[in-house]
């Protein structure tokens, strides 16, 4: 099965609307597809009506936001109930905690000479309280400031640079507990792309499983081969289900285009055999 369980819209920080993005998962092949903006859920109506249309296979999703061992790590949610209360409630706190952070980085480029970056980056989010980094790279492009995304992050946005901004997200117990309850399966999201050590990887794991987590992304736009190895061994280990994603944000941005990832190794029990049941 050609299955896509992340990927992201306007409604956080993609390119495509949610009827976009689904057309072109449908006109790559894919046949399952999950939309899982950053902390909202706004898009997932539109999305499933699209997806409808064209007679693709479609679970609604999200991807949360969540700090641990230093790190922002993204839990993604599959197959919720995008109404649920608890969720809602969730995901709103972390939307204002992400609002207050987007005004902090703003303030940070100010101090280096780049003035107006809060305004400029809310002029390239179609969602006022989703402010990210991509949308602030966005605008130093557009200004001239850095030739592409990747380089503005590598010189402003990373961690240890002039505009990264520490910032307190959700407990994974709780973004956890949040998918749980609206019905889903929480994954851990490309998790090649944290700055743990083993130990503290390994803790995620431990404390990801014991709060009911069940899944990994071990195939991600965000991967190497050797990485999705690594992580395939660690779903065998531990038991998890595997899951596969591209992690699209949009055509120039994104490493791996929507249903074009490498497969995932046979033996492992894939996320959508839950899904689909």
């Known amino acids: 099965m050609n299955a896509d369980l992340h990927c992201h819209s306007t409604v956080s920080d993609g390119l495509l609307s949610p009827t976009e993005v689904v057309r072109r998962a449908h006109a790559n092949g894919v046949d399952l597809l999950a939309l899982t903006d950053h902390d909202e859920v706004g898009g997932v109506e539109e999305a499933?009506?699209?997806?409808?249309?064209?007679?693709?296979?479609?679970?609604?999703?999200?991807?949360?936001?969540?700090?641990?061992?230093g790190e922002t790590i993204h839990i993604v949610g599959?197959?919720?109930d995008h109404t649920h209360p608890l969720l809602v409630a969730g995901l709103a706190q972390v939307r204002d905690g992400r609002d207050a952070r987007a005004v902090r980085i703003g303030e940070e480029l100010a101090r280096?000479?780049?003035r107006g970056a809060l305004e400029g980056a809310r002029g390239f989010?179609?969602?006022?309280?989703l402010v990210s980094r991509a949308h602030f790279a966005r605008f130093l492009v557009t200004s001239g400031v850095m030739p592409d995304v990747k380089t503005v992050f590598d010189h402003y946005l990373a961690r240890g640079k002039p505009?990264?901004?520490?910032?307190?997200?959700?407990?994974?117990?709780?973004?956890?507990?949040?998918i749980r309850a609206?019905?889903?399966?929480?994954?851990?999201?490309?998790?090649?792309?944290?700055?743990?050590?083993?130990?503290d990887m390994a803790r995620l794991f431990d404390c990801f499983q014991a709060a009911g987590g069940e899944a990994v992304e071990v195939v991600s736009g965000a991967h190497t081969p050797e990485e999705a190895a690594r992580f395939a061994s660690e779903a065998r280990r531990r038991g998890l289900l595997a899951s596969r994603a591209s992690?699209?944000?949009?055509?120039?941005?994104?490493?791996?285009?929507?249903?074009?990832?490498?497969?995932?190794?046979?033996?492992?029990?894939?996320?959508?055999?839950?899904?689909?049941?």
């Open 125 to 129: 989010a179609a969602n006022p309280a």
């Open 78 to 80: 599959l197959g919720i």
């Open 48 to 69: 499933r009506a699209a997806a409808a249309e064209l007679g693709l296979a479609f679970v609604a999703g999200v991807e949360i936001s969540v700090s641990f061992a």
């Open 163 to 178: 505009g990264f901004v520490e910032h307190e997200w959700a407990r994974l117990d709780e973004a956890v507990g949040w």
């Open 112 to 114: 280096i000479g780049i």
């Open 247 to 277: 992690d699209f944000h949009g055509e120039k941005e994104s490493a791996v285009d929507l249903g074009r990832c490498n497969p995932l190794p046979p033996d492992l029990t894939p996320v959508w055999s839950r899904l689909l049941q």
């Open 182 to 199: 609206a019905g889903g399966i929480a994954v851990v999201a490309h998790p090649a792309r944290y700055r743990l050590s083993h130990a």
